[in-house]
């Protein structure tokens, strides 16, 4: 397996535990988890979740899955298929929450009554119910498995935009606090052409379809764009990302830390936001009134 931005090729075991040594590394260098700590590993059945969760269990972490179900046709079933096949095999503790069962309406039908994007109403939902189901069980962290091409590509989005509050949040973690746990990104290391490897050389069965409400998201042209500027010059992506960290991140934190001031507890269900209601508490009313 070669990896051109780090000009190096790894046999299988090397591979491999190269791949636990850029997550350890991550975990360290940012402060992500402390020992002890326990961790609930957002899981969506893809590689990239699949990957991550299993390394950190082979790290030693005390790592539990959540899987949210969105209601997304086949992809949906399927993918909580690979999810709870991979809890199974190790024995690992999974959670489950159902859009549908929970709150009676399916992502595409939830968008459509909030007139928002698909993966805007899915986005938000699923922030929401990592947070809260991490609260609630007494987690200390939620750790999601977005991987250098998924942060590179959003902090291509944010540039494009010059959007400051996004800039200042675009961090691989988040500290917790205010009604929030705290959120990390331990695979920022690796890029997702190294996950799926990781999961192929282990023997993770993961879902290769994308969702099928992907189609014509925007990130998925920046890195496209991105793509094509790795293939000529290998470790641009890194070069932009880690300079971002390191270099930009300090100037643009300030305007994240304001939104967080003007913070209250939504009256319907106690999560913090900065509107009157939350996000997810205004998708679960439009979406009951549409019936
Ligand atoms: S699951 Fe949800 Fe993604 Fe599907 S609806 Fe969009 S955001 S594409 S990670
Ligand atoms: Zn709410």
Known sequence: ??????????????????????????????????????????????????ALWDILLELGYHADGLYIGLGIGDYSDESASFTREFAAQRSADLIEISIPGEFGFDIPTGARAAKRAPCSACGLSKRHLFNKAALDGGYDVVATGHNLDDEAAVLFGNVLRWDLAYLGRQYPVLPGGLGFARKVKPLVRLGERETAAYCVLKGIDYIVEECPMSAGN??????????????????????????????????VQPAAEEERGGLHPCPGCGSPTVSEVCAFCKLVSRAAERG
């Open 1 to 50: 397996m070669d990896v051109r931005r780090h000009n190096a090729a790894f046999c299988a075991p090397c591979f491999t535990r190269h791949c636990r040594e850029q997550v350890k590394r991550a975990i360290d260098s940012y402060k992500m988890v402390a020992p002890g700590e326990r961790v609930l590993v957002a899981v969506s059945g893809g590689k990239d979740s699949l």
């Open 218 to 251: 925007r990130h998925l042209g920046y890195k496209e764009a991105l793509n094509a500027i790795e293939q000529t010059s290998p470790g641009s992506k890194a070069a932009f990302y880690f300079g971002f960290l390191e270099r930009i991140v300090p100037m």
